[in-house]
């Protein structure tokens, strides 16, 4: 079954509003949790590193004050996209390690923004 | 240079077929290399690691050449099911530092 989840699953959305969208882990706790986008025909790009009880760190090009993280428990992130674009539109996948090595991935957020 | 490189494809192949994928990787400080495999609107989802002495699981073959910063999966006696995009993902020693290729589509025709 599915070990990360997200919410929604896809959002439509008008340019200059926030979206907010949610990653959680099912039984089990994630005090680190990644954020990445994917633009159609691209690769995964890790936009953030979401720390639970402390600042995201975010990679080099993503603006901070744009994506906010909140990590505020150890199953459950947010990135809110604000004022959004119709550039921002893409693929926003999460992740986070249960135990081992794997990464899991949630099923992923779609974004239009119109 | 992109740090994570995979031929786009599309591949396209008849059941029964051995298709084979090239990945190649920049940073040769990388520690740990997979394959994932991505369905048309999902997420990735692992499909192996690579190892150095090389590793197969059932009809799936992954290689890693540290020296020529190179990685490869075959997938022999392809099935219909097996056609989706195959991510060449490398990383570095922390979660934070994994680099996906772009992925190479793969569609197993009847």
């Known amino acids: 079954g599915a070990v990360v989840s997200q919410h929604p699953s896809w959002v439509i959305c008008k340019s200059g509003t926030s979206v907010k969208i949610e990653c959680r882990s099912l039984?089990?706790?994630?005090?680190?949790m990644f954020w990445y986008r994917q633009f159609p025909k691209q690769s995964l790009m890790l936009m953030a590193t979401?720390?639970?009880?402390?600042?995201?760190?975010?990679e080099q090009g993503v603006e901070k004050d744009k994506f906010l993280i909140n990590h505020a428990s150890l199953t459950l992130s947010t990135l809110t996209v604000t004022s959004a674009h119709p550039e921002d539109s893409s693929f926003y996948i999460c992740s986070a390690n249960r135990g081992s090595d794997e990464q899991y991935f949630g099923p992923g957020t779609r974004l239009t923004v119109t | 240079r992109k740090e994570v490189e995979q031929d786009p494809g599309p591949f396209n192949v008849p059941e029964g077929a051995t298709v084979a994928f090239n990945c190649t990787y920049s940073?040769?400080?990388?520690?740990?290399f997979f394959w994932y495999r991505q369905d048309c609107r999902k997420e990735p989802k692992l499909l192996m690691s690579v190892y150095s002495s090389g590793n197969e699981d059932g009809r799936f073959t992954a290689q890693l050449n540290r020296a020529s910063q190179y990685i490869s999966l075959l997938i022999r006696d392809s099935k219909l099911s097996d056609s989706a995009t195959y991510l060449c993902?490398?990383?570095?020693?922390?979660?934070?530092?994994?680099?996906f290729g772009a992925g190479t589509r793969l569609t197993v025709k009847p």
């Open positions: 993902v490398v990383r570095g020693y922390n979660n934070n530092d994994m680099r």
């Open positions: 979401s720390n639970e009880g402390s600042k995201a760190t975010y």
């Open positions: 039984d089990f706790q994630a005090t680190t």
């Open positions: 940073n040769s400080a990388s520690q740990s």
